[in-house]
Nanobody, 126 residues
Framework: QVQLVESGGGLVQPGGSLRLSCAAH????????LGWFRQAPGKEREFVAA????????DRTYSIEGRFTISRDINKNTVTLQINSLNPEDTAVYYC???????????????????WGQGTQVTVSK
């Protein structure tokens, strides 16, 4: 099985930055796609960023905005989401998700990720 653990959430003032981490454990050797999603109160879960890899030098990243940056540390089995210029609309529970890449779902599709973490709360307020 694959277990994902998010960390790094908290209370941040508008304009500040946060760095969220997702640590992967278990049978992860075949995982080649990891995404970040968020869900605000009363809203649907939405895509934030994703990273795909297949070999050395093959990493590809995607994000909804430039202030969201996703990266991978191969040796530590972790994926980081750097968020800059935070605003109150970014307040949500942020989840990381992992999958085996395929052709049925695109990188931003929730249904394409079978493994999910418990989420970490991000609150942007004065």
């Amino acid at each position: 099985q694959v277990q994902l653990v998010e960390s790094g959430g908290g209370l941040v003032q508008p304009g500040g930055s946060l760095r969220l981490s997702c640590a992967a454990h278990g049978s992860i050797v075949s995982i080649n796609k990891l995404g970040w999603f968020r869900q605000a109160p009363g809203k649907e879960r939405e895509f934030v960023a994703a990273i795909r890899w297949g070999g050395v030098g093959s990493d590809r990243t995607y994000s909804i905005e430039g202030r969201f940056t996703i990266s991978r540390d191969i040796n530590k089995n972790t994926v980081t989401l750097q968020i800059n210029s935070l605003n109150p609309e970014d307040t949500a529970v942020y989840y990381c998700a992992a999958a085996y890449d395929g052709t049925e779902y695109v990188y931003s599709a929730i249904e394409g990720y079978p493994y999910w973490g418990q989420g970490t709360q991000v609150t942007v307020s004065k």
